[in-house]
């Protein structure tokens, strides 16, 4: 079983997906070789798939990214990249064979921010989804993520009018010095004139994204952009806590110096307080990060997206997932690496294998069962586990959900596996716990790049 984390800072790691990206290796170096997409997916259920296109540009980089993306297109590079990403498309459809039907649950587009592209782009990429996947974007949900400057009313009508039914912007903060403190360069006047234009569109979900840590933020100015964000009365907020990881614009500032235990507890602090904001401004806590307001519609993936396998990704920043293996393509943060792998994408012409990846087995999978499950705020069912695996979680993770219970950390609901408010708040220290020695060997190795 899992080695004993010594630490229990709070703010280790975002899981968001396991295994981690950093944990992938190159195909080409495992004994079976890069599999052929169509070999992957022979035997996968292919009714309920998610789909999801990747786009790598942003207008500027924040300073607090480490997501893949580069800075601006020059050079018709997203003619290219579409013209990638719809060969891509095309193989990733012929290898999904012509047996079982094809269906797809949810849709939707991310990055980067999918609205760098025009809106005569943002058609394109549509008709990819539709036309060579098949997928019915009016009749899934599909979310799209958005940034303040790209939020254009001419953007927003190609998406409503493709079916988005919910709609991301990462706004961070409403306070004009707390954004430049971020590296993150706007001014509230027009994050609020885009919060207009996204309800004008008419689309069903809006959901905002805060960032609380930031150097010189304070619970007042946290509890001012919670209200400037409440006011737009949005179905769904995300309370993010600031990371500095290493080659961001922050890293390289040497902001990392910040992170000490002080910094932990000021984190600590606005989490809890703007937790208690919301509920008492109506809305449930769904995870560490998602609140939804209470009655607002569903329209889009959750942090619980994927738990099944099934996963379609298209893109050079996507990963895509079946039960066997998990795959992408390379991963990079430091912005020469990533053009050279936007690059190689564009140029290539067979995209019928898969680069690189990570096979699970069987205990990987309980593992990610287990981690995606308790991350949420209604926990995992133990029969539910026990239907799939054919065992229990406290047969399994026996030590780790001692230590979880130890801490404080579980609610002790009869028949339930659950996260007591404590344990919701160190879900960023609680995951990478559940972590295999063997993923987090391969982390420690990837070099960064």
Not at 113 to 131: G, K, M, S, V, W
Not at 146 to 167: C, F, H, K, Q
Not at 224 to 236: F, I, K, N, R
Not at 297 to 319: K, S, V
């Amino acid at each position: 079983m899992l080695t004993t984390v010594q630490t229990t800072r709070p703010y280790q790691s975002y899981v968001y997906a396991y295994p981690h990206k950093t944990a992938y290796g190159k195909l080409a170096e495992h004994p079976a070789g890069r599999p052929a997409l169509r070999e992957l997916w022979t035997q996968e259920r292919k009714d309920a798939l998610s789909l999801y296109l990747h786009i790598p540009f942003c207008e500027v980089r924040c300073g607090f990214c480490n997501l893949f993306t580069r800075i601006g297109a020059p050079d018709e590079l997203t003619t290219r990249y579409l013209d990638a990403l719809d060969r891509q498309a095309t193989a990733v459809r012929e290898a999904l064979g012509d047996g079982e039907p094809v269906r797809f649950a949810a849709a939707a587009f991310g990055g980067g921010t999918p609205t760098f592209l025009t809106a005569a782009e943002l058609e394109r990429l549509c008709d990819i989804a539709e036309r060579r996947m098949g997928a019915g974007l009016r009749s899934v949900p599909l979310s799209v993520e958005t940034s303040p400057s790209t939020a254009t009313a001419d953007r927003l009508a190609v998406l409503a009018d493709r079916g988005t039914t919910r709609i991301s912007i990462g706004v961070q903060s409403f306070v004009d010095a707390e954004a430049r403190a971020a590296v993150r360069p706007q001014r509230r006047a027009d994050v609020e004139a885009a919060l207009g234009r996204i309800r004008d569109a008419g689309i069903p979900v809006l959901n905002v994204d805060l960032i609380y840590g930031i150097d010189g933020q304070t619970e007042d100015s946290w509890r001012t952009s919670l209200d400037a964000a409440l006011g737009w009365q949005p179905e769904e907020l995300y309370l993010y806590p600031l990371y500095v990881r290493p080659l961001t614009g922050l890293g390289r500032l040497g902001a990392e110096a910040a992170a000490d235990a002080a910094w932990d507890q000021q984190r600590l602090r606005l989490y809890r307080a703007g937790r208690d904001h919301l509920l008492a401004h109506g809305y449930e806590q769904v995870s560490m990060r998602m609140f939804r307001r209470t009655g607002a519609p569903q329209e889009g993936p959750t942090d619980h997206a994927c738990q099944t396998d099934g996963m379609i990704g298209l893109g050079c920043g996507a990963r895509s997932y079946t039960s066997r293996l998990h795959y992408s393509f390379d991963y990079a943060v430091e912005m020469r690496e990533v053009r050279a792998i936007i690059d190689s994408y564009t140029a290539t012409e067979d995209f019928s294998r898969a680069e690189v990846g990570r096979y699970v087995d069987g205990d990987e999978a309980r593992r990610r069962h287990l981690l995606q499950s308790l991350l949420q705020a209604r926990g995992l069912q133990p029969a539910d586990y026990h239907e799939r695996f054919g065992t229990w979680p406290g047969d399994d993770f026996r030590s780790e959900l001692d230590r979880f219970e130890a801490r404080g950390w579980l609610d002790g609901a009869a028949g339930l596996l659950r996260l007591s408010p404590e344990g919701l708040a160190h879900s960023d220290a609680l995951g990478p716990e559940l972590f295999s020695p063997a993923v987090r060997a391969a982390m420690a190795a990837y070099e960064l790049k």
